[in-house]
């Protein structure tokens, strides 16, 4: 493995050096074919590192350095690699789906003046995303982490020429410089506490309890500031709605398989120094299930497909949050990887809708696309019914294993709270295919004419579908026991509490505890189902969304602005930070800048009356050395 575990990174690092750098000179789809070689070529190699880890039992992850990076007295980093089972999982995420999304955007980004740019830019996204995944150190970790976020920037504001796109760009990357400034302390803590930054050393001695817990929990408070920022978790997920101006296969990348999944894999990661700690998992227990819910209602009345869309994944996010919070890692991981294939289906499937339409995005003006989109609309439906948690799809098996083990292991509040989340995910997913695909047209058929997607658009759409469909029944079954459980149970096998060891202590499998529980869920999504389709598609009177927004306004009106957070932050921290920044500025042209030019200016006034007395006559030198001669001689005599 270690002899082309390299070339997985590298391969996409050079389609962006080269579509960069020559795409321009490409022609038609040259700079498009080679990042899907480049991608290509990262997910074979990833499939065989998959096979190995697998064929190798798992004991022990492949560790070592390609090269010493930093080498100061005792400080010393390499770039290097980590592969275990948790990689090797990841390696498979981010490169199909990212290979899936480099197809698709050939038909999606076909014409657009700016293509070789795009093309540069998604390969470079992935070679980043990879790099964190395979780093061996926190410090390289950090590193491609805001490597990654350099990424999301360029291409959500990729429409550089649109206001929209780069203030969300530029929302982005300053929210995010939040969570990264205290992740980058907890780094520096890291090293000042353990002497090294190299994973293995780090998890050993947290394991053994030699750090004070009090050290573990700021450090690892710190390090899940960064994760609440790339992972969009309340209060640092305003970021994430606003992305959704960057071209749609990009929002698909960033939110099933790279920006957003880094936070999850941080905290997956590092969770030996977490489980030293419980008191920071608790607050990501807490922070996790009220994001879920902030992110559900949100959802209930957004119109913008793409806007949904993006608070689904907040609120999904949030239960993998809550799941490491509790302790059941491998179910957070489990549902990371069923929710970055239907997840990607339903972004994609968004923008295949824009296509159709002209790039619409307001569901209000749709309607009735169901006949001219078949495929579009049977696509989206499977991967909607996926989020929704419908059995035997994938989020049945991974989302609602979540709520299971947290009503098993105690937490009913927090199952109550995700069980509401689950109900709210349910209804606004199927409000969004009843405005975008059923009943009549809401739009002028002489000014937009659907049409269907062409096929490299539609097959990354049936082939995530199908994913959509298989990975839960593949990797969940049975429950708390499945094969994803086995094949992660290695990773995290030190854990006493939830996670492996303590899903494995509760009898994983169709247990009358799970099958209660499953079937709870399932009622739940039906329900949330039954009542959005009585309201949108039936439209029975007692249920009219208007009517129950108008009796409801106040609720309503705070669930479509969003809670006001954009508003609170603007008024504490926005504007009073630019009213700083002005006042410094102020402060700066006036009195620093002042004062310098003040003397520059004096110097050049009392240097100009000077140089008046420098006439270049030697008569009016030799008649002010007599009048210095008289008034020396007058001196003299007076004294």
């Avoid at 805001?146 to 760009?169: H, Q, R, T």
């Avoid at 049409?451 to 029944?473: C, D, K, Q, R, Y």
Wanted: charged residues 10%.
């Amino acid at each position: 493995m270690e002899d082309y575990i390299w070339v997985i990174p590298l391969a996409p690092l050079v389609a962006f050096l080269i579509n960069f750098l020559f795409g321009k000179r490409l022609s038609g789809n040259g700079t498009a074919i080679i990042g899907i070689i480049s991608v290509l070529i990262s997910l074979v190699l990833s499939i065989l590192v998959f096979t190995q880890v697998l064929g190798a039992g798992g004991e022990e992850a492949l560790n070592f350095d390609l090269y010493e990076w930093i080498a100061s007295g005792d400080f010393r980093v390499g770039i290097g690699f980590y592969v275990d089972r948790l990689a090797a999982i990841m390696l498979l995420v981010v490169t199909s789906v990212s290979l899936l999304v480099h197809i698709y955007s050939i038909g999606y980004m076909h014409g657009d003046p700016g293509q070789y740019r795009f093309f540069a830019y998604l390969p470079l996204f992935t070679f980043s995303m990879l790099m964190l995944v395979l780093s061996n150190n926190f410090l390289e970790l950090y590193v491609f982490w805001e490597a990654v976020g350099l990424c999301s920037y360029l291409l959500i504001g990729f429409w550089y020429y649109k206001k929209s796109a780069s203030d969300a760009a530029m929302k982005a990357f300053i929210v995010n410089r939040v969570g990264d400034f205290g992740f980058g302390l907890g780094v520096i803590l890291l090293f000042l506490t353990f002497g090294t930054l190299a994973y293995e050393p780090i998890f050993e001695r947290a394991g053994e309890g030699e750090i004070a817990g009090s050290a573990l929990t700021l450090i690892t408070l710190l390090l899940f500031t960064g994760s609440m920022g790339k992972s969009a978790q309340w209060p640092l997920h305003t970021w994430l709605p606003d992305a959704m101006e960057g071209p749609t296969p990009v929002s698909a990348l960033i939110h099933a398989a790279t920006m957003v999944t880094a936070g999850v894999y941080l905290v997956a990661r590092a969770n030996p120094l977490y489980d030293a700690a419980p008191g920071t998992l608790t607050v990501v227990a807490v922070i996790g299930v009220v994001t879920a819910l902030i992110g559900a209602t949100i959802g209930l009345v957004q119109n913008d497909i793409k806007r949904v869309m993006a608070y689904s994944t907040i609120s999904q996010l949030g239960f993998m949050f809550f799941a490491l919070g509790i302790g059941a890692y491998v179910s957070a991981i489990f549902h990371l990887f069923t929710h970055a294939f239907f997840k990607a289906l339903l972004f994609l499937g968004a923008g295949s809708v824009m296509h159709g339409v002209g790039g619409e995005t307001d569901m209000r003006r749709m309607g009735g696309l169901r006949k001219y989109m078949p495929q579009t609309f049977w696509t989206l439906t499977i991967g909607s019914l996926a989020l929704a948690g419908v059995p035997p799809l994938a989020g049945f098996w991974s989302k609602d294993e979540i709520l299971g083990l947290a009503f098993v292991e105690g937490h009913y509040v927090i199952w109550a709270l995700g069980t509401l989340a689950s109900f709210f995910t349910a209804f606004y997913i199927t409000r969004l295919i009843a405005l975008t695909f059923l009943g009549e047209p809401r739009f002028d058929t002489h000014q937009i004419h659907p049409h269907e997607s062409p096929a490299t658009m539609t097959v990354p759409l049936w082939i995530l579908a199908i994913l959509s469909i298989v990975t839960g029944l593949a990797l969940g079954i049975p429950p708390e026991a499945g094969p994803i459980h086995s094949f992660l149970e290695p990773v995290f096998a030190h854990h006493e509490v939830g996670g492996v060891a303590g899903e494995a202590q509760h009898a994983g499998g169709f247990t009358p505890m799970t099958i209660a529980l499953m079937l709870t869920a399932t009622a739940v999504s039906l329900l949330g189902i039954a009542l959005a389709y009585l309201m949108y598609v039936r439209r029975l009177p007692a249920l009219d969304p208007q009517v129950l927004a108008g009796r409801f306004a106040g609720v309503y009106k705070m669930l479509y602005n969003k809670y006001y957070f954009d508003e609170i932050y603007n008024a504490l921290i926005v504007r009073p930070s630019r009213a700083l920044g002005d006042g410094l500025w102020r402060f700066d042209a006036r009195v620093v800048d002042g004062a310098v030019n003040g003397v520059a200016e004096g110097v050049s006034d009392t240097s100009g009356a000077l140089r008046r007395a420098q006439t270049g006559f030697v008569g009016n030198y030799a008649l002010a050395i007599g009048v210095g001669l008289v008034g020396l001689l007058a001196a003299i005599a007076f004294l």
